[in-house]
């Protein structure tokens, strides 16, 4: 540490697409690394993260530098080991250090934000020399006309204005950042820290008073709060048939009064949600040796990796319990990552039901508040058992000893978004830095897992069993191209599976159905012409979704068609936009119609869909699983998410359609997607006392990946796909990174990745292959064109080295950083 009288200076890391750090003066108290500081950048106050301290400017900034604004954090927010983990996740995914850490942190409710707006002198020349009309073109009178509005306001208002007091000048945020960019007005931003924390109104009844005259409401009132002990939240009182000033009342005259309460948990009801959550199994052999392994190497401290691979059903949650117990037992904590919000009730539940307050939650469903209070609890110890979905990654344990990832295969671990980070192999790099063990746990385990382990990186630990000798689900492949021949037309179900769903349901027994379509229909076709109806934003058709009440194939004027990209939606138009035919029909079986038509094939079945139509929260989830556990439903249909790890005694029929239809897209993965998905939604039957059976429709029954899923032979398949692989230097054989131009000018993003084409043509490496550039398969996303351009290599080092310097080149061509994504170990290519 430098002397008292020398001036220090700290390197911080600011949420901006720049990949660099900033340096300021400390003239007060100095922060450690990991602590949160307020600094002005531009003409904005920015909440960045301390990396360095160090005694010496940068050479030749001495006069330009500005001194901090505050220290927000007394001490780091950020471990050292965090800290260093995210340094690594910016130097890996080739991400900004400063957007990596605003990820990390999830406490943006601890800072209250203020923006507002200027006009500056280029806008008040603009203003005095210029008349409305003539500020731009004709056929933009419409803009000018609100652009010179906002001019106007801000020059009388003397002053700054907020976005919220110029919306009477009919601006919205596209204006604001068109005036920005012209420079006629400048943007101003302050912030200040702030205590957030939830709290509930509590109605207390004041006691031994004598009551005066009440009137019946305020009777009413009172007595049901004497009913009640005397304290009630005051949203409880809401419910009751009594005027919203009673209350008032009744605390402006002394009778009650309020209080402010701590609320509960976001979770606080989910154990309730299900039953014999809590109760304890003897582990069998299988389990007791994957748990023994598992907790020797936590006694034994120090990063040691394991892929956890169990059939379905054969209990691997039970061996995270038993783990986790053992980790908390010694004092420590640990971490258990899930891939969908949806799980997360149900595993929270059994958390909860074995661990109690020690337990907390993390995901991007909480609210802010909520999320900063179970960031808190787990950052001051009061929380040693964390379970999340991806973000919870990054969760503040103090003595992390043990790190699950539990269906490590999943794809929603990678983060689609800046900075494109996969949770699974973070999770493996945070366990190395922290010396922690770290169970990846699937029945099918990614190929990249699986690689590691044939290449001894990671111990195998295998449970080919099923919980008390429950055999696996007998699966039978239907050939669709048959059944087509012999019936002489298509149908949703083949003869054999209605007739299974028949004796399933007649036994009293569940059936579930995978359907992996959204909506009713996912086209509208135009039987004269050809045309199918598309997004106005993207290069996709519209997924078509149809009131209960119309059994019409036709897709009728006024329903709905959307897009599940960006959202837009239209309703069906009357004829076709293109030939203005009335033949519009819908093709195509989304879960919504499979729904409708399982209703009218068996009208005596208590079906419920399971899909992103219907599954709003993780209450609906709760709902739905909760009724399947007491019989009160007897036949699921939906997409993916039913085979996402659910368990469910009661199903012994699973159904298959329509799954095999990836194996269609150009995508190298495809074959491992449609692997897992059968086999996972295969596990799903048979978990209870009474055997499974499995039938699986499909136009590629002799597809190695169909037949292996059929088979359950993880083994056989992850050979023949990674022959493959190798042959065709894919991942895991080999690393990939997708470079992704994107703007809402096609030209623009055509001529950038024609730049980059250029400059990887003039600048060849021997171990790296580049394809493209080329349009992005989906050419058009939310009104922005993309272009990518797919480099691949035997050598990580090397291939990240040249994407280093294509960075470098980009930003001196003055491509922006915003509009140029870097995805390494892509997932997805669309």
């Given amino acids: ?4 009288h020398m001036p220090l200076y700290c390197d911080v890391a600011l949420p901006v697409p720049v990949d660099s750090l900033f340096t300021y003066i400390v003239e007060g108290p100095a922060p450690e690394p990991g602590a949160r500081v307020l600094v002005a950048f531009r003409r904005e106050q920015m909440l960045g993260v ?81 008349s409305q009309a003539l500020f731009q073109t ?63 109104s509590i109605a207390v009844l004041v006691e031994n008073l004598r009551l005066p005259k009440l009137n019946a409401n305020q009777q009413i009132l009172l007595a049901e709060l004497a009913g009640a002990q005397g304290r009630l939240p005051v949203q409880a009182l809401a419910q009751l048939p009594v005027p919203k000033t009673t209350l008032a009342t009744l605390v402006r005259r002394g009778l009650v009064c309020m209080e402010e309460v701590p609320a509960e948990s976001p979770f606080a009801q989910s154990a309730a949600v299900r039953t014999g959550l809590a109760a304890v199994h003897a582990l069998n052999a299988k389990q007791a040796d994957a748990f023994q392994t598992i907790s020797a190497s936590i006694q034994a401290g120090g990063f040691a990796p394991f892929l956890l691979h169990g059939i379905t059903g054969s ?44 337990v907390a939650l993390l995901h991007s469903a909480l609210t802010p508040i909520e999320r900063v209070e179970q960031w808190r609890r787990i950052h001051n110890g009061d929380a040693r058992v964390v379970v999340g979905t991806r973000s919870a990654v990054f969760a503040p344990l103090r003595d992390l000893a043990l790190v699950i990832v539990d269906e490590e295969h999943d794809t929603s671990y990678k983060q689609a978004e800046m900075p494109r980070y ?67 037309e298509e149908q949703l179900l083949s003869r054999a599976l209605h007739t299974a769903i028949e004796e399933t349901l007649e036994r009293g027994e569940q059936v579930m159905l995978l359907l992996n379509r959204r909506g009713y229909s996912y086209v509208v076709l135009c039987r004269a012409c050809g045309v199918k109806l598309e997004c106005e934003n993207c290069a996709i058709a519209l997924t078509h979704h149809k009131s209960a009440e119309d059994s019409s194939a036709r897709a009728t004027t006024g329903q709905r068609l959307e897009c599940h990209y960006c959202g837009f939606r239209r309703t069906v138009p009357k004829r076709c936009p293109s030939c203005d035919s009335e033949h519009l029909y819908s093709f195509g079986v989304g879960s919504q119609q499979g729904e409708e038509r399982l209703r009218a094939l068996f009208p ?75 086999t996972q939604v295969a596990g799903r039957a048979g978990r209870g006392e009474r055997a499974g ?62 730049q980059i084409g250029r400059w990887l043509e003039k600048h060849p490496h021997p171990h790296v292959r580049v394809l493209g550039p080329a349009a992005a398969p989906i050419a058009r996303i939310k009104r922005i064109h993309r272009f990518h351009l797919i480099l691949k290599s035997s050598s990580r080092k090397e291939l990240a080295d040249l994407v280093r310097s294509l960075l470098e080149f980009a930003e001196g061509a003055e491509i922006p950083r915003r509009n140029l994504t870097v995805d390494v170990d892509a997932l997805h290519l669309m």
């Avoid at 540490?1 to 008292?4: A, G, T, Y």
């Avoid at 008390?468 to 059944?483: G, N, S």
Wanted: hydrophobic fraction near 40%; include cysteine; charge should be positive.
């Fill in 604 to 678: 005596a079945a208590s079906i419920a869909r399971m899909d992103r139509d219907t599954m709003r929260s993780h209450k609906d989830f709760e709902r739905v699983l909760t009724q399947l556990h007491r019989g009160e439903i007897n036949m699921l249909v939906g997409t993916q998410m039913i085979a996402k790890g659910h368990d469910m005694h009661g199903v012994t029929l699973v159904g298959v359609l329509g799954a095999d239809h990836a194996l269609g897209l150009p995508d190298f993965r495809a074959s491992e997607r449609v692997f897992q998905l059968i």
């Fill in 315 to 358: 209990g691997k949650t039970a061996v995270y319990l038993a783990a986790m117990r053992r980790t908390l037992d010694a004092g420590c904590g640990s971490l258990l990552l899930v891939p969908e919000i949806g799980l997360t009730p149900a595993m929270v539940a059994q958390m909860q039901a074995a661990f109690g307050d020690q």
């Fill in 50 to 130: 301390v990396v360095r301290l160090h005694p010496h400017p940068p050479a030749g900034q001495e006069k330009n530098l500005k001194p901090i604004l505050r220290v927000i954090d007394a001490e780091p927010v950020l471990s050292a080991p965090l800290l260093e983990l995210g340094q690594w996740i910016a130097q890996y995914y080739l991400a900004p250090l400063g957007e990596v850490l605003r990820t990390m942190l999830p406490l943006q409710a601890e800072l209250r934000q203020r923006t507002s707006y200027r006009i500056t002198e280029l806008g008040c020349n603009t203003l005095a020399t210029r």
């Fill in 1 to 4: 540490m430098p002397s008292s």
């Fill in 693 to 754: 059976r499995v039938l699986v429709q499909t136009y590629y029954p002799d597809h190695y990946a169909i037949q292996q899923a059929a088979a359950q032979n993880y083994a056989a398949f992850a050979t023949q796909e990674l022959r493959y692989r190798k042959l065709l230097h894919y991942p895991p054989t080999a690393v990939l990174t997708n470079i992704l131009l994107e703007h809402a000018d096609e030209q623009k993003a055509a001529g950038w990745a024609k």
């Fill in 422 to 488: 996969h949770a699974r192999d973070v999770a493996v790099m945070r366990a190395r830095l922290q010396q922690a063990t770290i169970v990846l746990g699937s029945a099918t385990p990614s190929l990249e897992s699986w690689s590691n382990v044939e290449r001894g990186k990671y111990r195998l630990l295998s449970m080919p069993q099923r919980v008390a000798d429950r055999p696996l689900p007998e699966v039978t492949l239907i050939d669709m191209r048959q059944e087509f021949r012999e019936v002489g």
């Fill in 138 to 200: 004709p056929e933009d009178i419409d803009e000018s006309s609100i652009e010179h509005a906002v001019l106007e306001q801000l020059a009388a208002s003397g002053g700054a204005a907020t976005a919220t007091m110029l919306k009477k000048s009919n601006a919205d945020s596209a204006t604001l950042q068109s005036l920005l960019r012209k420079r006629w007005i400048e943007r101003d931003s302050t912030a200040e820290a702030r205590t957030v924390r939830r709290t509930v």
